[in-house]
């Protein structure tokens, strides 16, 4: 159910309305609501009366109201009326009517300050209102139907922004680590000169005359071999 039809609920029910930042609007106490059948009952002289107030609150019964049958959270049932207040005051602002149907209707005199003038019947028809209310009510950009509509639709947008956002961030990170970082010429590598150890140097290599070279000594076996030679006589032939 929209924001504005809960909103008429609750004025009827409650008798009193307050719309932040605008006023209060009060039923009368000799107003006896017609019957379900009669809908193309007027509303009566002097039924509805408005008490402007630029520095109303918000009514926290109203937000209940909306709670109780949208089965919102509290913060989102504030917002949305909010919301629905914000585009009538923009309507305001720029010479446009407020209306609000099965009440009445807002206008910005002047001085500044807002005026209401009732409306015709408790559910008004589009063919009976003012030509100013039947622009607001058809063109789809000043559309109280289509507020929730095209708030759903801004925030698929942001989002869809920011995660083209992300992409093009992470696909231009990839390039410039893929092509441009690794075509950077490689940083020449640095040659250290190492000084030779001076102190080393100059020692003098040593007196080959003085080392004296010990040849080692055969290893004795512990065996010693003689050879014997014996000497026969030569016997003459017989």
Request: hydrophobic content about 40%.
């Amino acid at each position: 159910m929209k924001i504005e039809q809960l909103l008429v609920q609750h004025f009827y029910n409650n008798r009193e309305v307050t719309l932040q930042g605008m006023g209060t609007f009060i039923l009368s106490p000799d107003f006896v609501m017609p019957k379900e059948n009669d809908k193309d009952a007027e509303i009566p002289e002097n039924a509805i009366s408005f008490q402007y107030n630029p520095k109303a609150v918000a009514d926290e019964a109203l937000i209940d109201f909306i709670v109780q049958q949208t089965r919102k959270m509290k913060s989102l049932a504030a917002a949305d009326l909010d919301s629905y207040l914000v585009l009538g005051k923009q309507f305001l602002n720029i010479g446009k009517p407020f209306k609000v149907d099965g009440m009445g209707m807002l206008v910005k005199n002047q001085q500044g300050e807002l005026e209401f003038t009732k409306g015709y019947t408790f559910h008004a028809k589009l063919e009976n209102t003012p030509a100013a209310l039947k622009e607001a009510r058809v063109n789809p950009e000043i559309s109280f139907a289509s507020e929730s509509k095209k708030t759903e639709g801004n925030s698929k947008t942001g989002l869809l922004i920011a995660g083209l956002i992300i992409g093009l961030g992470l696909i231009g990170t990839v390039v410039w680590y893929f092509f441009i970082r690794n075509t950077k010429p490689a940083a020449e590598p640095t040659t250290v000169e190492v000084k030779a150890d001076t102190i080393n140097n100059n020692i003098p290599p040593p007196d080959t005359v003085a080392i004296k070279i010990t040849a080692p000594l055969a290893a004795a076996d512990g065996y010693t071999f003689k050879v014997v030679f014996c000497k026969q006589p030569i016997l003459p032939p017989l």
